[in-house]
Each structure stands twice: as structure tokens, then as C-alpha cells.
């Protein structure tokens, strides 16, 4: 079992800047991925971005330029530095983590709400 304790997200202007966090506890398999989805009112849960435990990162396009991915694999923590954010942003944006093996696993944080609003 691995257990995922995100930051708090918030509400942010547009234009503005949030950095979450996700730390992985448990049984945690070293060859792994971490990432974020999100899931916005209405729509389905979607990509943000991935990290593997050795470096690959991985952005969906609406995030590209905006968003940094990024992790210290000594604390099994993940960070999503999000910058320039747009009220398009706005979801509850979920922290995942995957073992890289196959027939992999996964487990998912309870999700943290971002609101960017002015």
C-alpha cells in the first residue's frame, strides 16, 4: 500500500503562481511514476503531468511552458510548480502514483482544489 498526502492548493489570481506538493509513503516500488491529473466540474479527470523516478517527464499541451514537474526521490515527493495559471486551471488536481512494472498498480491522493479567480 502506498499512501499520498498532497499540499494544499488555494485560490490564486489569474496570471499568478502555486506550487503543490504530493509525498509517498508505504510500500513504495523504486522504479515508479509520479504525477498530477485534475478534474475540472463537468469533465472527465484528465493528465497534467508525469515524472518517472528516473527524470521523463511527461506534460499534457494545455500546460506546456506553464507547468513544472519535479521530484526528490529521496523523499518520494512530487512537485507541480504551476505558473501563469488561467481561470481554465480551476479543478481539483490529484496527486498519482504508479509502479513502472508490469501488471502495474497505482494509488491516487484525495485531491486538492485550485481555484484561480479574481
Known amino acids: 500500500q502506498v499512501q499520498l498526502v498532497e499540499s494544499w492548493g488555494g485560490l490564486v489570481q489569474p496570471g499568478g503562481s502555486l506550487r503543490l506538493s504530493c509525498a509517498a509513503s508505504g510500500r513504495i516500488f523504486n522504479n515508479n511514476a509520479m504525477g498530477w491529473y485534475r478534474q475540472a466540474p463537468g469533465k472527465q479527470r484528465e493528465l497534467v503531468a508525469t515524472i518517472t523516478s528516473g527524470g521523463m517527464t511527461n506534460y499534457a499541451d494545455s500546460v506546456k511552458g506553464r507547468f513544472t514537474i519535479s521530484r526528490d526521490n529521496a523523499k518520494n515527493t512530487v512537485y507541480l510548480q504551476m505558473n501563469s495559471l488561467k481561470p481554465e486551471d480551476t479543478a481539483v488536481y490529484y496527486c498519482?502514483?504508479?509502479?513502472?512494472?508490469?501488471?502495474?498498480?497505482?494509488?491516487w491522493g484525495q485531491g486538492t482544489q485550485v481555484t484561480v479567480s479574481s
Open positions: 498519482n502514483w504508479e509502479a513502472l512494472i508490469r501488471p502495474s498498480w497505482d494509488y
